[in-house]
């Protein structure tokens, strides 16, 4: 314990509003049975976090936040690929892949500026920046069930420079 016999409870209430707006343009190909896409998109993120004070416990550690804007923008540049076949009962099978490099651009590296209460002092608190440049991948596979159904499964990884984040995906979708 860095502060011995040190204890406090602090609650605040934050406000924060976000906008985001993005574009597409793709030029979709066929090549026989399958479906090429190459296509380049732009996007930004707007955050506006509202100014705050943490209330209660003894307040020794009570902290005052500053408000503060954020912008981020993304630009990517990639291919999609997919095809279909029947399988049994007049289901689809669709597997389908995209490859995508995405450069982040504007305020990668959020920052906090907060300041203790009690004396006034403050600091700035940086939090774990976006990555720069980085691959988006996916492949999955869609299974239309009925003209109605379908369902899903894909893999999802973002590669960079010091990150890396996989996921699964499932997915049911209904159509009515």
Known sequence: MIFPGFFDTARASYDATTAQVFGEIGCGLSLGRVALEPFAG???????????????GSGAAALVGISNNQDVGYSTLGGRIATSFAVFNDMQLTPRASVTWQYAFGDVTPPAALAFQSIGTGFTVAGVPLARSTALVEGGLDLRLTPQASVGIAYVGQLGDRVQ?????ASFNWKF
């Open 42 to 56: 732009l996007a930004w993120a707007h955050l506006d976090t509202g100014r705050f004070g943490e209330t209660g």
């Open 165 to 169: 984040d996989h996921s699964v995906k």
